[in-house]
Structures are given as structure tokens and as C-alpha cells.
């Protein structure tokens, strides 16, 4: 079991928005646009210095700006690349330091290449696999092996049975034994969600203890994706400690979870929604960062 120290990026009094880091989303849909509002709204809350959404429906380019106006939109609406497999070119020589592929991407025959191919790409920064990535890949975890960077995994118990081909235990014991055998299958690391929230790699476990049911809503897991983003692109932009991406992953769920609590103590758990933890994690950010000084 991991002894992981929870801590959260800090910047020095003279930073500029490239130290907090950049980061890139390929996430929403036509049909789901909420997707990409709230993970770009949580990376921003986050931390992360520019958020940058690529835009593969029309629909984003007018709901992002509405719902997160400080982001950066990247259009991909169209893209010949993506249609002969490979990456499009507007997201060609980027200067990404963590990029961010799933919540609400969908799965049809465009977001297919667009996953498979962000994969395969030269891009050497973390790579955040959620929702629907994971469904795509589910047919091959193994292909997961080829990205020149860290990958991070983020299934519910229903992603992960697709992608391991079996049904996920419920008991702790055997959702840790499932998280490690994704970890070890790609070669990454895996978040397996749920209550008492997962963080494995081949060789390291951590179970999270923060959170409540009320975090099981729509949308909850692309909050989590998009505070992923932020600390793994600040992690790769000026990490000088000893801190690791699994540490990093580590604090980004207990933070998730905190900040739900936050929200359920006033809410109350019955009127969660998503939404509340973005407006809840510039507290929790602040209550973890008190906790350590």
C-alpha cells in the first residue's frame, strides 16, 4: 500500500502561466458538450496556466467559451488527418505538457482515429485516458503500450471490466487486483473509480479516502479528468521535488473527493451535482495546502 504524502502544485511568487503548465483537452461531443465545459472548468480551477479545448463539433465552439471563457479553442471540426488516421494538423507541434482524451468524446469511427492516433503520436508529456477512450481502446488495452509518455487510466468498474474482458469484484481486494492488472497491461497507471477510489501502478496501490455517494452523478468523472490534466501538466512543466505522476494522481482523487465532501456538507448529498465540485476545490485546494504548512 502506498505511503504517498498528499501535496498539490505551488508556484513561486515570479511564475507566468507556462510554469503552472498547458494543457490540452480532446473531450465532448455534438450531444455532449457539458463534457467539455466542466473538464476544462475543473483544469482551470486546478490550476492549470492555459487550457486549450479541441473542438471536434461545431456545438463546442460556441458552448466552451460560454461556460469557460479563459480557454483556448483548438478547432478540429472537419479534419481530413483524421479521416486518413492520422493526428490533425492543428494539433501538430503543439506545446502541450499534458493532454486529456475521453469525457464525452463518443465513440464513432472520427473519435476512433482521433484516440488511436493522440496514442501513437510523438508527444512525450502524461496522457489522461477517460470515458470514451477507454471504450475505444477496450479493444486492444495492450495498443495503450505505444505512447512515447506516461498514461493515466481512469475507468469506472464498467470500463474496467471492458477493458480487462471480465466482470470487476466489488470488494476491495479485487478492484485493487483489477486497477494493477490494468497498470501492468499498459504500462501506465490506472484510477479505478468508485467508492474508496483506486490509484495503481504495477507495483504501487493507494486507496482513497475521501468522497461520499453523492459524487455519483453525471459528470463527476470529467472533473476528475480535467484535474488530472492540470496537475500532471504542471507536474511536467516545473516538477523539481521528488514527487512522481502517481503521487500526483494520488492527490488529484483525494482533492476530487474532498471537494465533494465540501460541497455534500452544504449541499447535502442528495443535491450533488458536478458543478458543486468545481465550485467546492478552490476550498479543498486551499484546506490541503494549509494542512501541510
Excluded at 116 to 144: H, K, N, Q, W, Y
Excluded at 179 to 188: D, F, K, L, P, V
Excluded at 200 to 210: G, K, M, P
Amino acid at each position: 500500500m502506498s505511503s504517498t504524502v498528499l501535496s498539490i502544485p505551488d508556484l513561486p511568487n515570479n511564475a507566468h502561466k507556462g510554469d503552472a503548465g498547458r494543457v490540452l483537452l480532446l473531450c465532448g461531443s455534438e450531444t455532449m458538450p457539458g463534457a467539455a465545459s466542466l473538464c476544462a472548468r475543473a483544469a482551470q480551477r486546478a490550476g492549470a496556466g492555459l487550457v486549450a479545448v479541441g473542438c471536434s463539433a461545431k456545438n463546442l465552439l460556441q458552448v466552451v467559451p460560454v461556460a469557460a471563457p479563459e480557454a483556448v479553442l483548438v478547432d478540429l471540426v472537419g479534419s481530413e488527418s483524421l479521416l486518413a488516421g492520422r493526428l490533425p494538423e492543428a494539433l501538430e507541434e503543439r506545446r502541450d505538457h499534458a493532454r486529456v482524451a475521453g469525457p464525452g468524446l463518443g465513440v464513432h469511427g472520427r473519435s476512433r482515429a482521433l484516440v488511436r492516433s493522440l496514442v501513437t503520436d510523438d508527444f512525450t508529456g502524461p496522457l489522461i485516458l477517460d470515458a470514451s477512450a477507454l471504450t475505444i481502446l477496450a479493444e486492444d488495452l495492450e495498443f495503450v503500450r505505444e505512447a512515447r509518455g506516461a498514461v493515466v487510466l481512469t475507468p469506472h468498474p464498467g470500463e474496467a471490466a471492458r477493458l480487462l474482458g471480465r466482470e470487476i469484484p466489488a470488494d476491495d481486494e479485487g478492484r485493487a487486483s483489477a486497477a494493477q492488472e490494468i497498470a501492468r497491461r499498459s504500462y501506465g497507471l490506472c484510477i479505478l473509480k468508485g467508492e474508496r477510489t483506486i490509484v495503481a501502478s504495477a507495483d504501487q496501490l493507494h486507496v482513497n479516502e475521501t468522497g461520499n455517494c453523492g459524487m455519483a452523478t453525471a459528470g463527476s468523472g470529467d472533473v476528475l479528468a480535467g484535474m488530472l490534466g492540470a496537475y500532471a501538466a504542471w507536474f511536467e512543466a516545473s516538477c523539481t521535488d521528488d514527487r512522481d505522476l502517481f503521487d500526483i494522481c494520488v492527490s488529484a482523487v483525494h482533492l476530487h473527493g474532498l471537494a465533494g465532501d465540501f460541497a455534500a456538507k452544504e449541499k447535502g448529498r442528495r443535491g450533488l451535482i458536478a458543478s458543486d465540485l468545481i465550485e467546492f476545490l478552490p476550498t479543498a485546494q486551499r484546506a490541503l495546502l494549509e494542512s501541510a504548512s
